[in-house]
């Protein structure tokens, strides 16, 4: 059996260990940690997740066109996935377009016959996480619940310097395992030779 934490609770717990204090039985057990703990666990998880373009967390999916007309200067409206924390690019036939993101609405000039692709950052579910993320999200939550549980303000700091170095660490590892981009079939050099 791994002790790799698993779950949001397993890593919620994993950084009130290494806090020193008691873990938490749920996010709504009435404790201190845990009310700190539900008022910003998702916010440091996104916040890690918009730090870098994660391999792990970015998917491509085709975007369906709705009905009526798009604000100018933009022709069509597409529904965002209900899962997209960021659009990251947005694609025709392979070549990237201008958009604009307004709430779950994704913006564009495309033909109607058009299929938009876009890449999107999401929030995958934490057991697919990969190790060296889970431990960034730790650290971060250490950076956290220092200050917050114990006044311990350097300590949360030198917390939030580790989170920073292993952040960037975790960010190189995911974008070694990326397929790297033949600059001879690019799009933008296709668009270019015409």
């Known amino acids: 059996m791994s002790n790799i934490p698993a779950s949001d609770l397993d890593l919620c717990n994993a950084a009130l260990t290494r806090c020193g204090t008691q873990t938490i039985a749920s996010f709504d057990d009435g404790t201190t940690e ?64 201008e958009h604009e993101r307004a709430a779950d609405k994704l913006l564009c000039n495309a033909d109607p016959d058009a299929e938009v692709i876009a890449t999107i950052l999401s929030r995958p579910d934490t057991a697919a996480w990969p190790p060296q993320f889970r431990e960034f999200v730790i650290l971060r939550l250490c950076a956290v619940l220092l200050p917050a549980l114990g006044d311990k303000f350097q300590e949360g700091a030198q917390a ?35």
């Open 160 to 194: 939030a310097r580790m989170a920073d170095i292993k952040g960037r660490r975790a960010s190189l590892r995911s974008a070694q395992g990326a397929t790297p981009t033949n600059p001879f079939t690019h799009p933008i050099k296709a668009a270019r030779r015409g």
């Open 34 to 97: 845990g009310v700190i703990l539900a008022q910003n666990y998702e916010q440091v998880v996104s916040d890690c997740l918009s730090e870098s373009r994660w391999k792990f967390a970015r998917s491509v999916r085709a975007l369906n066109r709705l009905s009526g007309a798009a604000p100018a200067p933009w022709t069509a409206v597409y529904q965002c996935p209900a899962d997209a924390l960021e659009v990251e690019g947005v694609t025709v036939s392979g070549a990237p377009i």
